[in-house]
């Protein structure tokens, strides 16, 4: 006998579940219309693959997750796309979000189907990617990607994997029909997860309330290392968290994950996904809900395919909409009430309640806490209700949060035993929804003032940058000029010195020379006349030479009788001309 | 007795000089630089960068706020901010100041790109450069980065700038508080 723990808190609730388990699991019938919302899963949305008009096979791919965060969406039954568009989704706010509807073409026709015949030869990863490619999500609730949740961080080692088939909610019964009927299918999933995980310990727990499915289980896991642990029924053990703790005495750590403390939990649907995946090469395009109630005259559990409106299984249990009050998606405790049955169903829907007046009646009207502590004793997370309902109500979320509001699971618990029928639960929700929208705004504020400061920064870094480039210029240009100006004082100086020194020095001549008295006459020839002498001296010598060349030449010419006596003689005589004239030029210079 | 006073006078001065000296010696060693109120009173603004309180951005409002101005000039923040600014400067709250504008739903710039001519004057009065582009090519704003301060759409020549408000999505969307009627059909769909 397996040792087992029990949580704080928990209660009683009437079960309700008798109604759906008197006949087997229902396979539904092929509804006119398929819609299957882009964002089935927790992560981002899928992105349509697919065109209004195409014809798709079963089976096929029609959206695709480009994030690493997020599993596709394929066509549940072969048949046409109609639309791409806003349709009103399974979602408390009765919200529209993006779906493609299908309609189908009644033949089934399936696409390629690739079976792994043995898993155990192919890399961990290959199966985890195959889990994600075939658009395997938590079928429990929450709509985790399961690839993403069988791979715990590195440093996380799993040493106990349990298959919740707890079911602790009242009227739900879909896992239980499920362990019932297909136990074997289970436990293959079961196989796949455990290979891939290599966990120490594998374990299937029930709720005692389920004997048929506890002996099915049984059956299948013979031989096995598989345990099979029947837990005590109380609301809510098929918490993560709370059957965690009744299986292992470990507490999940507050905002931490299971597999902090080595353990993962997966339900059992999610278990027969993954072997539906592996075995038979079929990605996830159905899933069993219960539909229940005392509004439909034949309660039971149906194989649906995903995809299908709520309208068209409430019409195949027969549904008396005179008696119908409330429509409910999930449990009594945790769902939430539907406004239009025109809503498909999802990945994580498990459970549809058509409720009559009497039998889920309108909350009575709240009424002032009396502080007598009840909500406190049956709260599993072993937090002060009584406490967060007071700061959620008067909007102290501060104190809420440091209250732990976060741990809260909203089972309901709280709200179940209140004498004053005061919604906690929903004030909860709300303070929680406050606190993460002032969070995202506190983030943007934060990058917007980062954003901000920066151009700030920038624009005085510019300012400045251009104010040192305009003090640059402005110095260069004024050293420019005042080289410029420089240069013109000097040189004209420099002219006006010697020319001034050369005037001084004419005049003191002329004077020392007392003869001639004219001021502008002597200081112009004065200043040619010492290159001038020597040059017409030289030039005198020069042509006197040239002369005594040219004549001795002639003389020779004549002694020979030459042809070029003539010519000689016009040179001799231009050369006397020449001598001549420097002659004259000379004397002219002397005087 | 002289000499018993005069020793007392005597030790109470080397006291006051050796605490003094620790006083101010601490004074400079630890020395704040900047007003820390002011920091935390820029964090409660909505960073907006506005300027409808009649400050250029935030931060100068908060400094004013520091040295004494009224609370109430941050349209965009509205109530909640000035009950924030309220509770941490342990003020009365005022009632928003309507001088500088109404509170609005959030809104985002959205630049109709077909029209644009591609100036860059918006992009030079936004604030926090949320906007993208360069001369004589489309502009568009960064939708996830723009505050909605309106301060793009009057320099805009062609005026191709819409503000639009933030529609709730599905997204966004989050549980209300229950009504607290003492009628129970008032409280139709509270569920849980």
């Known amino acids: ?591 | 007795m002289w000499t018993s006073l005069l020793i007392a006078v005597g030790v109470l001065l080397v006291l006051a000089v050796i605490f003094g000296g620790l006083l101010g010696f601490a004074s400079e060693r630890f020395k704040v630089e900047g007003n820390p109120l002011v920091d935390e009173i820029d964090s409660l603004l909505p960073q907006t960068q506005c300027g409808q309180c009649g400050f250029p951005g935030c931060r100068p409002y908060a400094e004013s706020i520091a040295n004494g101005d009224a609370i109430n000039k941050c349209p965009p923040g509205g109530e909640t901010t000035i009950r924030a600014l309220a509770d941490l400067l342990d003020v009365e709250p005022q009632p928003l100041d309507a001088e500088h504008g109404v509170e609005q739903a959030k809104r985002v710039a959205v630049i109709r790109e077909d029209e644009c001519i591609g100036c860059t004057k918006c992009i030079q009065a936004c604030p926090v450069d949320a906007i993208l582009g360069a001369a004589k090519q489309m502009h568009t704003v960064i939708e996830s980065e723009c505050t909605g301060c309106d301060l793009c759409v009057d320099p805009c020549p062609v005026d191709c700038i819409d503000m639009i408000t933030i529609e709730p999505d599905i997204r966004s969307w989050t549980w209300s508080p229950p009504r607290s009627g003492i009628i129970a059909t008032d409280r139709a769909g509270a569920g849980a």
């Open chain 1, 1 to 591: 006998m397996t040792q087992l723990w029990d949580f704080s808190g928990g209660i009683h609730p009437e079960q309700h579940k008798h109604l759906s388990t008197a006949c087997p699991i229902r396979q539904s019938s092929l509804p006119e219309r398929l819609i299957l919302p882009l964002q089935q899963h927790i992560g981002a949305p899928a992105e349509a693959c697919v065109a209004v008009g195409d014809r798709v096979l079963k089976g096929e791919v029609i959206a695709t997750v480009p994030g690493a965060v997020g599993v596709p969406v394929h066509a549940p039954t072969s048949g046409t796309i109609e639309a791409i568009s806003m349709h009103p989704v399974p979602h408390p706010s009765g919200m529209s979000d993006r779906c493609i509807t299908i309609a189908p073409d009644g033949l089934d026709q399936w696409t390629g189907r690739e079976p792994i015949a043995d898993y155990h030869a192919l890399d961990r990863d290959t199966v985890l990617e195959r889990i994600r490619q075939y658009g395997i999500a938590g079928l429990g609730g929450a709509g985790f990607p399961t690839n993403i949740k069988l791979r715990p961080p590195k440093d996380r080692k799993v040493s106990t994997l349990i298959l919740n088939g707890a079911e602790c909610e009242p009227y739900i019964t879909a896992d239980d029909m499920t362990m019932r009927e297909r136990a074997d299918e289970i436990v293959a999933g079961l196989r796949v997860m455990a290979w891939v995980l290599r966990p120490e310990r594998c374990v299937i727990a029930i709720e005692d309330n389920k004997p048929e499915a506890i002996e099915a289980v049984k059956i299948a896991t013979e031989n096995t290392r598989t345990e099979v642990v029947v837990i005590p029924t109380k609301y809510p053990s098929g918490g993560e968290k709370q059957l965690i703790q009744i299986l292992t005495g470990m507490e999940v750590p507050s905002g931490g994950i299971p597999a902090d403390i080595g353990v993962m939990c997966q339900n059992t649907g999610t278990a027969i996904a993954v072997s539906r995946a592996i075995h038979q090469g079929e990605p996830l395009i159905s899933r069993v809900v219960t539909v229940t109630g005392r509004a439909v005259s034949s309660p039971g559990t149906f194989d649906v395919l995903l995809g299908t409106p709520v309208e068209h299984l409430l019409a195949q249990t027969g549904l008396d909409s005179q008696q119908l009050h409330r429509l409910i998606l999930g449990g009594p405790m945790m769902g939430y009430t539907l406004e239009t049955p025109g809503v498909p169903v999802v990945k994580t829907t498990n459970c549809l309640i058509a409720a009559t007046a009497e039998e889920l009646p309108a909350p009575p009207p709240e009424q002032p806490c009396i502080r007598c502590g009840m909500c406190a004793e049956v709260c599993p997370m072993e937090l002060l209700p009584q406490q967060l309902f007071w700061h959620s109500r008067a909007g102290e979320l501060e104190k809420a949060e440091h209250l732990n509001l976060f741990d809260c699971i909203e089972c309901g618990a709280c709200s179940y035993v209140c004498p004053s029928s005061i919604p906690l639960v929903q004030y909860y929700r709300a303070a929680k929804g406050e606190i993460r929208v002032q969070q995202a705004e506190l983030l943007k504020a934060d990058r917007a003032r980062e954003r901000f400061e920066a151009r700030q920064a920038r624009l005085e870094r510019e300012q400045h940058e251009k104010e040192q480039r305009r003090k640059d210029r402005a110095k260069a240009a004024a050293e420019a000029q005042a080289k410029q100006q420089a240069k013109a004082e000097d040189q004209p100086s420099d002219d006006h010195a010697a020319r001034s020194t050369l005037v001084a020095a004419a005049l003191a001549r002329k004077k020392a020379k007392a003869g001639k008295t004219d001021a502008a006459g002597p200081a112009t020839t004065d200043q040619a006349e010492p290159p001038d002498l020597e040059a017409l001296e030289k030039q005198l010598a020069q042509a006197t030479a040239k002369l005594n060349t040219m004549q001795s030449m002639l003389e020779d010419a004549r002694a020979e009788n030459a042809d070029n006596v003539e010519q000689l003689e016009r040179a001799v005589a231009k050369n006397h001309d020449r001598v001549k004239r420097a002659e004259t030029a000379l004397a002219g210079a002397r005087n």
